[in-house]
């Protein structure tokens, strides 16, 4: 008797630990991904920086991100700041421009500018 005690309190103990490393591999699994994006606002002038650098190096056809305004938007507004929270940025310091990429958020033009170089190996492209 004592020996089916003993199977029935392993059979429980192991029970416990699978449905435990279940639900933690589920909730890592159903964690919602944040598509890599671009915020920026219509009139900033570092978002215009980005913008042109964008453009003259065709980095959109290069690496893929969405673009959206915060100014004027919002929805798109709120979202940032949500990622900003996601990336412990200080919310009083948060601006334009700010993207979101791999998981990882960079801020201002210079951190950008450099991103999108050291991804696509550009050292020799000028700003």
């Known amino acids: 008797m004592e020996k089916a005690k003993k199977v029935i309190i392993m059979f429980f103990l192991i029970s416990f630990i699978v449905i435990a490393s279940l ?8 964690k919602p991904q944040i598509e890599d994006v ?4 219509y009139n900033c002038p570092h978002c215009k920086i980005v913008d042109e650098f964008i453009e003259k190096n065709n980095i959109s056809q290069k ?3 969405n673009h959206k305004e915060v100014l004027a938007n919002k929805n798109n507004a709120a979202e940032m700041i949500k990622v900003a929270k996601i990336c412990k940025l200080d919310l009083n310091n948060l601006g334009v421009p700010m993207l ?4 990882n958020c960079y801020t201002g033009d210079i951190d950008i500018i450099d991103l999108f170089k050291k991804e696509l190996n550009m050292t020799q492209i000028v700003n």
């Open 23 to 30: 639900q933690a591999t589920y909730s890592i699994l159903k």
């Open 38 to 41: 671009l915020y920026y606002g």
């Open 63 to 65: 690496i893929f991100f």
């Open 100 to 103: 979101y990429y791999r998981n």
